[in-house]
């Protein structure tokens, strides 16, 4: 990679229905240490404050808890991701949970609002609830309906408070900068486990879905291709990796809403290398990696950690 790699921790776990993915970004330290990686000390960080205290405030936005500390969490990133961006740096985000994504998308729109954003997230979640739609009111599971501007209240089922929905307003404007992410330019890698409300948004918005088992019938090369050639008229691109992409069973439980029948880790290494290999990508984030509800002691950080390094380099 030509760009210098630029760390970006952002150890918010707030958008999770389970404590403990802030500790994922050193879980993943530890394994690089073990392993003797001098990963995390060639390479310049940046350490994101975080509001995880608010987990003792009595929430009031059940329909999207954490709301407010979660938007002022979304603005840091986003100012950190674009001055990473003005440096002409490659910022690698670890977060905690994924409704960080709302501020990384905003970061990248900042520093590049008169260009096509095409967006790669590999997850087994859409991400596409909102406080509208959510059962569980966990903003991990809303990024992409914010991204795209989406509330989705033909599938409305809950009644948001005014503050839900003044903070939920401000997250959507966001990544707004005149125009939005296009709907046709999201592409889902392992999405498996969803509601009835988001089956019915993805076919309606035309989301292409790659599942595992077609992946693993068309083989990757062929599914990289067909992304990249439905991405083909954006400028830049963005990765996020949701290590519950990977199958729960077969790798590890370590992830907040683990989900069997997913990518193995060889999988997911192949695909992030080569969609890695585009130079439009301009900035990738890995989420998700919660050593709390981990059974095999630190496992799931290791293995994500050996995704990072062949895919970065040492």
């Known amino acids: ?10 150890r918010s776990d707030i958008g999770a229905g389970t404590r403990g993915a802030d500790l994922g970004i050193d879980a993943m330290e530890i394994a ?3 392993k003797g990686s001098f990963f995390f000390k060639k390479h310049p960080f940046i350490d994101v404050p975080t509001r995880n205290e ?9 329909c999207a808890k954490h709301i407010k500390q979660i938007y002022q969490q979304c603005k840091d990133l986003c100012s ?41 997230w590999i997850d087994a979640h859409a991400d596409i609830h909102s406080p509208y739609t959510t059962p569980s009111g966990n903003m991990h599971g809303m990024p992409i309906a914010a991204i795209l501007g989406i509330d989705n209240t033909s599938a409305q089922k809950n009644d948001i408070n005014p503050e839900t929905q003044a903070y939920w307003n401000k997250l959507k404007a966001m990544s707004d900068h005149g125009t939005r992410v296009a709907k046709e330019h999201i592409v889902y890698f392992g ?42 008229d954006c400028d830049i691109l963005y990765l996020s990796f949701d290590v519950d992409s990977m199958d729960s069973d ?22 992030i290398i080569d969609l890695m290999k585009d130079d439009r990508v301009k900035c990738f984030e890995i989420v998700e990696v919660n050593p709390l ?12 950690f050996d995704i990072l390094e062949k895919t970065f380099g040492v």
Request: hydrophobic letters at 35%.
């Open 250 to 271: 077969l790798v590890s439980e370590g992830t907040g809403t683990p989900v069997p029948k997913g990518f193995l880790p060889s999988e997911v290494q192949e695909i």
């Open 54 to 62: 608010s987990v003792y405030e009595i929430e009031g936005n059940t």
């Open 32 to 34: 690089a240490i073990n």
């Open 80 to 120: 950190i991701v674009e001055n990473s961006l003005m440096k002409a740096n490659f910022p690698l985000v670890f977060s905690g949970d994924h409704s960080s994504a709302i501020g990384t998308v905003a970061g990248i729109r900042a520093k590049f609002p008169d260009k096509k954003l095409g967006i790669i």
């Open 191 to 232: 999405v498996r486990d969803t509601e009835i409300e988001e089956d019915q948004l993805i076919e309606k918005l035309g989301i292409r879905n790659y599942k595992v088992e077609e992946v693993r019938r068309k083989g990757i090369p062929a599914c990289i291709q067909e992304c990249q050639d439905r991405l083909a």
């Open 293 to 304: 509800l981990d059974k095999q002691g630190n496992k799931m950080a290791e293995i994500a």
């Open 1 to 10: 990679m030509e760009r210098p790699i630029e760390l970006i921790k952002n």
